[in-house]
């Protein structure tokens, strides 16, 4: 199991957050030509990716090589000037980010400072579903244990460890149940292991992960597939062996 930069090392997993899922599958993920640009900057030009349903991808570039701004597209807090984000088959460009059925979890967690860990993690089913107080309190909890994080759902950010508050944002992503996990770099700061998106994997079921880092992940076999944006860029995302041999020919060529 995964310890944060806290040393937590606890074991406990409550698997009722799997069988909430019922069994359902993450989403199959299509970016099909994807172009964004502000004013004359061209911040994505003509991405294409088929990520599968319940599928685990990193997608690795430097900074300004437009990760983020693929991850916003995807999320829905932008929209590109030309191309389609299917989900299952379904054009979802124009839909709003609520109704994508999907969590992020930000880079710098995004927490709210007034809020205990509960409260924050309660936060997306207080604004999206009408579950009775038990069946919240439930789900919160549920949540709280798959991160690790039981029995501090009365402290306030300010009152965790940076590892502790990472995992805080992982749960309030979590804790709808999305079909897809968008993970902007929330591991780099105080997470040196990146364990986590394994963890989940291995506990929770239900989505599919996409992780958008700069380098690749240690060790390599942490995703499934990965691709690479900037002039190594591929359309179809590889097994991260294969992916870092091709990095590695790349650079040598200077490319």
Request: some cysteine; proline content about 7%.
């Amino acid at each position: 199991m995964p310890s944060g930069a806290d040393g937590d090392s606890s074991r406990m997993t409550d698997r009722s957050w799997v069988s909430d899922r019922g069994g359902s599958p993450g989403a199959a993920l299509t970016l099909e030509r994807l172009v964004k640009r502000f004013g004359s900057v061209l911040a994505v030009d003509r991405v294409s990716l088929e990520i599968p349903s319940g599928g685990f991808v990193t997608l690795l570039g430097p900074s300004g090589s437009g990760k983020t701004t693929t991850l916003n597209l995807i999320a829905g807090f932008l929209q590109p000037d030309a191309g389609e984000i299917f989900f299952d088959g379904r054009p979802i460009s124009r839909t709003p980010t609520h109704r994508r059925d999907l969590g992020m979890v930000f880079q710098h967690y995004a927490l709210f400072p007034h809020m205990s860990v509960f409260q924050n993690v309660a936060f997306p089913l207080r604004m999206r579903a009408r579950l009775s107080k038990a069946e919240l309190t439930r789900r919160v909890e549920a949540t709280l244990a798959l991160v690790q994080l039981s029995g501090l759902g009365g402290r306030y950010p300010r009152q965790l460890s940076g590892g502790q508050q990472q995992r805080v944002a992982m749960a309030r992503a979590l804790v709808s149940r999305p079909r897809l996990l968008l993970m902007d770099e929330p591991l780099e700061a105080n997470c040196p292991s990146t364990r986590w998106p394994r963890h989940l994997r291995e506990n929770a079921s239900g989505f599919t992960l996409v992780w958008f880092k700069r380098a690749l992940p240690t060790p390599l076999e942490e995703s499934h597939a990965g691709t690479h944006f900037g002039p190594c860029r591929w359309p179809r995302a590889l097994p991260l062996t294969r992916l870092a041999g091709r990095l590695r020919h790349a650079t040598a060529a200077g490319l």
